[in-house]
């Protein structure tokens, strides 16, 4: 869901006093809450009066809980999100600490720098999407990954020099190789992350005292070309 420009709103200074201010946070809450909601039951495909009738209540409760100028009850917004599958994710921030007071493991409220937010909007992006590629850039892409957990031959060799590092983490080293322009240096630079010789982030032309050079080498082209494969 583009979550709508409130923030723009809610930044614009109108008073000092802190129950005003406490005032336009609430307000800004209701307004994306009731918004998410009703996007959420249009992408389910459900009427008010459809939802009211799944939930056990008239259809003025469901427009009643829709609607930004009411107050609402967290037990029936919840009550609401479950009977479309959703759920809601709250936290609680003071300072740099962040406390998740939501039940959902699996996705994570976490605290961006503006920073962050400033790349995103300049990629034209929101701050989830943004994060969620760049993760996914820095683990080293799912299609690397899916490789080196294959049955493919060149990929079980891999896996034999893997020592304590995981796929992931070699898989992200491979990425920085890939992105290296000339061939001699991806061949080289791929060679040092089968001989875990990377250090402190670089990837020189260095000698491995435990592997034999040819045999990775050899190792280091295969697996280049079969990278290039995907």
Same mark, same amino acid.
């Given at each position: ?49 459809? /939802? ?12 009643? /809980? ?165």
């Amino acid at each position: 869901m583009k979550k709508p420009n409130f923030q723009a709103w809610l930044q614009q200074k109108v008073s000092d006093d802190p129950e005003v201010i406490l005032a336009g946070k609430l307000e800004y809450l209701r307004l994306y809450l009731t918004d998410a909601m009703r996007e959420i039951r249009n992408k389910s495909g459900l009427t008010q009066a459809q /939802l009211a009738e799944k939930l056990g209540v008239k259809q003025a409760a469901v427009s009643k /809980l829709e609607s930004a100028l009411k107050e609402h009850e967290l037990e029936s917004v919840l009550h609401y999100l479950h009977a479309l599958g959703a759920d809601l994710l709250v936290a609680v921030k003071q300072g740099d600490d962040l406390y998740q007071a939501s039940d959902n493991e699996g996705v994570l409220l976490v605290d961006v720098p503006d920073v962050v937010f400033q790349k995103a909007l300049a990629a034209n992006m929101s701050v989830r999407e943004y994060v969620r590629v760049a993760v996914k850039k820095f683990s080293g892409g799912d299609d690397v990954v899916k490789f080196l957990e294959s049955n493919d031959p060149t990929a079980v060799k891999v896996r034999e020099r893997l020592g304590t590092r995981t796929i992931q983490e070699v898989a992200a080293q491979l990425e920085k190789c890939l992105s290296l322009s000339e061939e001699e240096d991806r061949i080289f630079a791929v060679k040092n992350v089968l001989a875990a010789n990377v250090t402190g982030g670089q990837m020189n032309r260095g000698t491995s005292d435990e592997f034999d050079e040819i045999e990775l080498l050899d190792l280091a082209e295969e697996l280049l070309e079969r990278l290039a494969d995907i």
